[in-house]
């Protein structure tokens, strides 16, 4: 054989060992956590019934903590109103006007807050308060059905990204980020009407700071 037919052997070869190392882009599993892992949010109703007498003046202790405890998450997190429903009877208005109070004191707006009464037939004789919010949640993490050794292939496990999707689920303050952002709120009108004053004279525009305020951390030229 001579020198000629060894090169061709030997190209052949090469092509032959770099197509058996060749992946099948259909087939590769890609490492990204949210995508093989999405998080899904959701909408869901919480709800707080508490005891309450009309005509008590006020929850106790312990029912007063959970109350307020609530209406902060709603603060934080709630989407809508605010609603509370009394028992219908002779108190109902008495209750529903303490509650309404409550709710204001603790900077709930009264425009988000709804109020109505209910049969204690089917609602019982608790005060119920509840509101809508948004719910994040990730996929099962437990699939173990692939050899963790058996890694030749050299591609992601299954569950590889699952517990930190878990985990941002878990800690976002509010579910609602995550399904885009925040539209902004009204702008300030009296400070929009001084600074297009102070433009059309002519003057600076800027707030005045004082040396506190200069940045400068020390007073050597």
Avoid at 55 to 82: H, T
Avoid at 84 to 95: K, L, N, Y
């Amino acid at each position: 054989m001579n020198t000629k037919h060894l090169l061709r052997l030997g190209a052949l070869a090469a092509v032959l060992l770099a197509g058996s190392c060749a992946n099948d882009p259909a087939t590769t599993r890609f490492a990204d956590g949210a995508a093989n892992h999405p998080i899904t949010v959701s909408p869901s109703y919480k709800t707080l019934s508490l005891p309450f007498v009309a005509g008590s003046g006020s929850l106790n202790g312990e029912n007063e903590a959970k109350f307020e405890a609530f209406v902060q998450d709603f603060r934080s997190r709630g989407n809508g109103a605010i609603s509370v429903s009394a028992p219908a009877g002779p108190g109902a208005a008495d209750t529903i006007r303490y509650f309404g109070e409550k709710l204001a004191s603790l900077g709930v707006a009264r425009t988000s807050i709804m109020v109505g009464t209910h049969d204690i037939a089917n609602g019982g004789s608790n005060v119920t308060v509840g509101y809508l919010a948004y719910t994040a949640r990730a996929g099962n993490c437990r699939d173990w059905s692939e050899d963790a050794a058996d890694t030749w292939t050299n591609e992601p496990m299954p569950d590889f990204g699952c517990s930190v999707q878990h985990n941002i689920a878990a800690m976002v303050a509010d579910p609602r980020d995550l399904l885009g952002p925040r539209p902004m709120g009204p702008g300030d009108a009296t400070r929009r009407a001084t600074i297009m004053n102070k433009y059309e004279k002519g003057e600076p525009t800027s707030a005045t700071k004082t040396s506190d305020q200069s940045g400068n951390v020390s007073q050597v030229q």
